[in-house]
């Protein structure tokens, strides 16, 4: 996109630069009036500093818009790839919902730990093992995270939420293997899905 951009900027823009400063010329040497299709159409040499500053200042604005045009295109396509997701909001894609008490959270947790470790994700904020409050993330890529928090009620229900400025076909396969690991571990009847993956 970028580049087609910068292309047509310059496909337009230069050689119409180049043909209004050639018909410039030509017709300053020939007293012609600028893009006729007659050559015996003359200018009087004391009208010619009004098309010459008219043609001078089409022929320089094209130019101008041209290189500014280029050169926006090429400062977009060298600038770092992060600034996509600046200041894009992180949306829910899906969500679910597990009960676990006691024991079951360090086996929740404990579980969540393993599957980043096999999908080779990164885990950020993982809970110490005193720590009642959880709220911690799972990172699939730059693009995608799975946030776990036990939200108001520490200890008892836990949040998983899917956030993602990717395609679901990228990362709703892992959501699903997640839950359906965690249901095989809990019970089906200990999770909620309160929104599935789009799609």
């Known amino acids: ?45 004391s009208k010619w ?24 295109s090429i400062f977009k396509l060298v600038e770092p790839r992060q600034y996509e997701n600046t200041g ?3 949306v829910q894609q899906a969500m679910v919902v597990v009960k676990a008490t ?34 911690f993330s799972i990172h699939l890529g730059s693009e995608t995270h799975f946030g776990v928090d036990n939200g108001s009620d520490p200890g008892n229900l836990f949040y998983i939420n899917a956030f993602s400025h990717d395609r679901p076909s990228n990362w709703a396969p892992d959501w699903t293997v997640l839950i359906s690991r965690l249901s095989v571990l809990f019970g089906k009847e200990r999770i909620r899905i309160h929104k599935s993956p789009p799609g």
């Open 88 to 90: 894009k909001m992180w």
């Open 102 to 135: 006691g024991q079951d959270k360090s086996m929740l947790l404990a579980e969540l730990g393993r599957f980043a470790n096999e999908k080779g994700a990164e885990i950020r904020n993982f809970p110490l093992p005193a720590q009642s409050n959880v709220a």
């Open 1 to 45: 996109m970028i580049m087609g951009e910068a292309m047509l900027g310059s496909m337009i823009g230069i050689p119409l630069a180049i043909i209004v400063a050639r018909e410039l010329w030509t017709s300053y040497r020939t007293s012609s009036v600028p893009f006729s299709m007659s050559l015996s159409l003359r200018v009087p040499r």
């Open 49 to 72: 500093p009004m098309f010459f500053w008219l043609m001078l200042s089409v022929g320089g604005s094209t130019l101008v818009c041209t290189v500014a045009t280029v050169g926006w």
